[in-house]
């Protein structure tokens, strides 16, 4: 059985590998065929609903100047669902002779993360205003908005960086409708994690043909979907060696 410990070094030698071929994909947080359905009723509908439910209380109570700073909430709330929470990730690949090195980060603008750190700044001034005008017993009330500020002081992009081995007996997964290739080897790696993504026909071609050269002619299968890999013999194999290795706590 291959011990932890080996996996870890072999992966950290990832870094010193000649890089055969690099390139870099969109791909949306929520993969599948109804995916773009998910994210509206996920981020823009519940929006929605609550605009749709106020405007009708406004209306009875007719207190209709309150309707504009809500719809800026409900828009800003909107905006930071969609970019912060339901956002495209961008992922660069790095295909080496023993294996892919993975950069991934959520595809989200600069002009957000500006927004929000000239937002904490000027929380936090506001937070300094108040506690020298009424003092510290202004933090009781405010301190959750204090915190909020400080914490987003300096917001930027989190780059997710992974290694991923190829590892004694390999299978790639051609998997079409969602834009993807999954390689899994007889390494215990989590089999879910290792999707190279594509945004065209060109970039997989070329990415089938490096793997072609590098495994040797391994198995392969094309499928229609995920669920279609993750049923595969080989790939249920393969699970179950992970999960042998990384029992549950």
């Known amino acids: ?8 070094q072999r992966q ?20 599948g065929k ?3 359905l998910a994210r509206f009723c996920l981020g823009a509908l519940p929006m929605l609903i609550v605009g749709i439910l106020y ?11 309150t309707l504009i700073p809500m719809y800026v909430g409900l828009t800003l709330a909107c905006y930071f669902v969609y970019f912060l929470q339901l ?14 090195i993975t950069y991934t980060q959520q595809n989200i603008p600069e002009s957000v993360y500006r927004f929000f750190r000239g937002f904490a700044w000027f929380g936090m001034g506001i937070c300094v ?3 020298v ?9 405010a301190g959750a908005f204090a915190l909020m500020s400080f914490a987003f002081r300096d917001f ?3 780059v997710d960086k992974r290694n991923y081995l190829f590892w004694g007996e390999v299978k790639i997964y051609d998997i079409y409708d969602e834009h993807n290739i999954m390689f899994v080897s007889s390494a215990p790696i989590n089999c879910g994690d290792t999707k190279l993504f594509y945004n065209n026909e060109d970039t997989k071609n070329i990415i089938i043909n490096n793997l072609y050269m590098i495994l040797k002619q391994p198995d392969f299968l094309r499928v229609k979907t995920s669920n279609d890999a993750y049923n595969d013999e080989f790939m249920q194999k393969m699970f179950k060696s992970y999960r042998e290795q990384n029992p549950i706590k």
């Open 1 to 8: 059985m291959i011990s932890n410990e080996e996996i870890k």
């Open 12 to 31: 950290a030698q990832l870094d010193s590998e000649e890089i055969i071929f690099e390139w870099e994909a969109i791909y949306p947080a929520i993969i």
């Open 34 to 36: 109804n995916s773009k």
């Open 55 to 65: 405007t009708w209380f406004v209306v009875l109570k007719e207190a209709y100047i």
């Open 87 to 100: 956002s495209d990730n961008k992922c660069c690949y790095q295909l080496t002779q023993k294996g892919v």
């Open 129 to 131: 205003v108040a506690a």
């Open 133 to 141: 005008v009424v003092g510290p017993a202004v933090f009781v009330g």
């Open 156 to 158: 930027k992009p989190k």
